[in-house]
């Protein structure tokens, strides 16, 4: 499974960007699909930080507590694509994000994740 991540950019604090993530190769077999997905982000020197995961259904959704009420996960399971919609953004968020995905449940855990993306730079400026 590739997962390639898009939508980064730079933006002032208080806007307003849209991640998405497209999964591509076997997302799929006769004995399994892919599973959740989620959103980290990682700042020079710092530990990967969870930031929002979503079920294979989308009817479950987690979020660390900086982004809860600004921020919205989301999938497309038809188009294995998911997105992260990001508002009232705040110079605190900048960072590189990442996709991931596995073949089970939603996890706060980096560990429990199997694909991973190639990151993408959001830069929030004061």
């Known amino acids: 499974v590739q997962l390639q991540a898009s939508g980064g950019g730079l933006v002032q604090a208080g806007a307003s960007l849209r991640l998405s993530c497209t999964a591509s190769g076997r997302t799929s077999g006769p004995t399994y699909s892919l599973g959740a997905m989620a959103w980290f982000r990682q700042v020079a020197g710092k530990a990967r930080e969870f930031v929002a995961a979503?079920?294979?259904?989308?009817?479950?959704?987690d979020y660390t507590d900086s982004v809860k009420g600004r921020f919205t996960i989301s999938r497309d399971a038809a188009k294995n694509e998911v997105y992260l919609q990001m508002g009232s953004l705040k110079p605190e968020d900048t960072a590189v994000y990442y996709c991931?995905?596995?073949?089970?449940?939603?996890?706060?855990?980096?560990?429990?994740?199997?694909?991973w993306g190639q990151g993408s730079l959001v830069t929030v400026s004061s």
């Open positions: 979503v079920s294979r259904s989308g009817g479950t959704t």
């Open positions: 991931a995905a596995n073949l089970v449940t939603p996890s706060r855990s980096a560990g429990h994740y199997d694909y």
